[in-house]
């Protein structure tokens, strides 16, 4: 073990691990990304299972949301983050508090990176994450970006999408999940690959024939009958490019019906991370690199750099309230506080207010009076005349 791998897991820093070792050549990370129910979990069970001879995988489940998991995991978020307790401390619901877990584990990527680090110094040759089953949490969180690009910048790194081929059936289905696929492959820039899963139910021919013949959808979309068919006939039109550079394979991660076609279709993924993708990652690092330096560095000329100006501005923290932990709050049960001062303020201005009034009336009173004396004067005198 190197000097490095046997220091305290509390000593690490993801910056300098990153910029300045560079990207290692194991273990390689598998992602597995795909929509609610379409098979994640028992996928990576059956990846593990087949990846164990040849690549020892090393298991992370980031999953904080789940019961249990069907496999071993070495890191398994739900250890660091009580998904539970976040959903009561923060008041949230279910897709909040699978977020807010996750943005709390990647405070610990610098100890997440280093683990995987040190995995595949032991002899790790592949690390396989699974996913939240709300595939937006991750694909469109900053956490989620966080864990990739942390990922592919100090390891080969690539996705692989689980689809449920039995649910794609339907032509509009099938393509919402090409389009979430799509959004994926372009957020996150890495190698994908798309796991038509369950073939053991369904033949997945239809979807790879889909894929590469237009008139065949064409066909499948006049037998729907949707409002949304023309929609969907567009949105073919526009993903061809998309299509022609789509790796499939059909499985069953229930039977393991695919898993040898599958393994190589990784290690293509693989080899096209170390082609296309590396340079661009070692790029990123080198410019990171670069600005770190900068702003590592002192200012060596502080009379030329100018003199700080205060900025007219508080820009402190307002005071947090104490008294009451709720965000949100219906009108109807916002207590009803004022400040002592206020109250003497407002009680003041009533009591002008107040006798204003009175003299108002008063003033109008004796207005009147004076009125009717003079009536009743004159009146008097018309009389006596
Ligand atoms: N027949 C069949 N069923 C499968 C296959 N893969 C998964 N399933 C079933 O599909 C259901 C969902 O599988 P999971 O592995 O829990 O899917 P997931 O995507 O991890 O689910 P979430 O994380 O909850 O979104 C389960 O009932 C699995 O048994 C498969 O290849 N064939």
Redesign the pocket.
Known sequence: MSGKAASSIDDINLDALVLEEGIRDAPVCIIVL??????????TRSLIEHAQAKFNPYVVNL?PA?REVPYAAHIDIRDTVNYKEVMKQYQLGPNGGIVTALNMFTTKMPKFVELVRRAGERGHKWCII?T???IEVFNWSASGSIITEGLATMFPTIVVY?MDVVRSACPTTFMSNMLYACSILYKTRLPFLVAL?????KDCSFVQEWMTDFEVFQDALEEEHSYVNNLTRTMSLTLDTFYEHLITCG?????GVGYGPLMSRILDCVAEYEQDYKPVYEKMRLQRLAEQQVKSQPAAHIDAAGTAVPMGLDLNDPPSNTDNSIFLMAPTIVPQQMDADEEIESDAKSKAEEQNFQSFVQDHLNAQQIKRDRLERNQQQQESK
């Not at 899963?197 to 139910?201: F, L």
């Not at 499985?251 to 039977?255: F, I, L, Q, Y």
């Open positions: 795909g929509m609610a129910g379409s098979g994640k979990t028992t996928f999953d789940c699974d939240p089953g709300q689980v899963n369950k073939i053991d139910i499985v069953s991660a229930k039977t």
